[in-house]
């Protein structure tokens, strides 16, 4: 499994802008597809992006898409998740996830495996 960071969640007013860190401890980096997922509460684990494991491959939920932004550095070995225009409702712990690489990027749960500690954004109205 691959060790999994987080950061760069917190406050912010609706309409403003976050950037999500997720730091990998694992080499090579490049053979893991990664994710986001967040976690409102009450509410089931959902996927926000995916990012395959060359990059080439790239997945944005329908209720993020245009706003929100994955992106993976390899020399870093780190996923971002860029979020603009934030809205009340991305209010949620988010989750930096990883799985092996397959043929196809896969968006389920179950196809990650390595889990970050989740980091909580909150956007206020």
């Known amino acids: 499994q691959v060790r999994l960071v987080e950061s760069g969640g917190g406050l912010v007013q609706a309409g403003g802008s976050l950037r999500l860190s997720c730091a990998a401890s694992?080499?090579?980096?490049?053979?893991?597809?990664m994710g986001w997922f967040r976690q409102a509460p009450g509410k089931e684990r959902e996927i926000v992006a995916a990012i395959s494991w060359r990059g080439a491959s790239i997945y944005h939920a329908d209720s993020v898409k245009g706003r929100f932004t994955i992106s993976r550095d390899f020399v870093k070995n780190t996923v971002y998740l860029q979020m603009n225009s934030l809205k009340p409702e991305d209010t949620a712990v988010y989750y930096c996830?990883?799985?092996?690489?397959?043929?196809?990027?896969?968006?389920?749960?179950?196809?990650?495996?390595?889990w970050g500690q989740g980091t909580q954004v909150t956007v206020s109205s």
């Open positions: 996830a990883a799985g092996m690489a397959t043929s196809t990027l896969r968006t389920d749960l179950s196809a990650y495996d390595s």
């Open positions: 694992e080499r090579p980096f490049s053979t893991y597809a």
